[in-house]
């Protein structure tokens, strides 16, 4: 079967694309998508613990997003550059990508906030990235917090007046270069009483990497190559997990992110495992999911590896169906835009 990358192309008005947060986190809106009839209805936000059932198990993702982009000068010309950090291979050295990257040389010296931060450019990887080792005095966190920008994603131009509206409000281990944005509706008063009613809510990381942005360019969407991102699931994750299914409840996950952490982590028969690993799964239609039962989303990007993980849940007409509906209603998209249920 081939999947064309234009099977998952929709056409979206600019002025839909969300650029600033709501106020109230658990206000935006929610369109809920049965992903057996395709049927549609809408409501708000905090309306999902109506959509959540005792015996289920809601599994979000407590990655926290590190202020990741960097505006310094090369050493030697004092020419602008931005790096962006987006994996740590060890303590100093960081994975990166880098603009203007072809005057980056390995061996060129950058340095950011008046020398506060020094860098070295090791070697150009995969993809034109290059490896950047930093030196700097003091505690790196601080260091980062004091000179970094949140990545905010390329479709946003608006400057972000709190950077803590770029984070979950469970947001525990750092190393994400993007947030996972389906759980930026949550508030902790939303997640206490989805706990009250009887809703497991369970925790696994997945550090996301830029991979999942990068637009796919094959028209044979098989051909794309899907970057790789860490993730990991504690015992007491998997644990939860595995009781649910035994139990004949549902396991839902809050974003595509959670969503491949768990799929990644179990075997065949849908049981999860507790391990640290990398992975590079690629969800699209035809593919069996062997844990997910539902999953809350926001709205995504045209021919993006996102719709296609979509797609694969309720089916690429039901989705493209909806997401018309949700730009008739003038839903917003993206980052900070609304969010989908799909059960």
Known sequence: MELKKSDF????????????????????????????????????????????????????????????????????TGGHVEVLLLSRKEK?????????????????????????????????????????????????????????EMPLPPYITHKLKDKNRYQTVYAKYEGSAAAPTAGLHFTKELLKQIEDMGVKVTYVTLHVGLGTFRPVKEENVLDHHMHSEWYQVSEEAAKAINETKAAGGRVICVGTTSCR??????????????????????????YKFKVMDGLITNFHLPESTLVMLVSALA??????????EAIRERYRFFSFGDAMVIL
């Open 315 to 324: 089916g690429r007409e039901h989705v493209l169906a909806a997401y018309e």
């Open 92 to 148: 100093d050295v960081w994975e990166t990508l880098v603009k203007p990257g072809k005057k980056c040389k390995p061996g060129t010296k950058l340095t950011f906030g008046d020398g506060l931060l020094k860098a070295e450019v090791l070697e150009t990887v995969e993809e034109g990235n290059r490896l950047i080792r930093f030196s700097y005095d003091g505690i790196w966190e601080e260091v980062l917090d004091r000179l970094g």
């Open 9 to 76: 192309y929709f056409d979206l008005p600019q002025e839909l694309i969300a650029q600033d947060p709501l106020e109230d986190r658990s206000s935006s809106r929610l369109l809920h998508l049965n992903k057996v009839t395709g049927e549609t209805d809408h409501h708000v936000f905090k309306e999902i613990p109506g959509f959540l059932k005792p015996g289920d198990c809601l599994v979000l993702n407590n990655t926290k997003v590190i202020p990741a982009r960097l505006l310094g000068q090369k050493e030697e």
């Open 261 to 286: 952490t768990v799929e990644s982590a179990s075997d065949d028969n849908g049981h999860v495992r507790a391990e640290s690993k990398d992975t590079q799964i690629f969800i699209y239609p035809g």
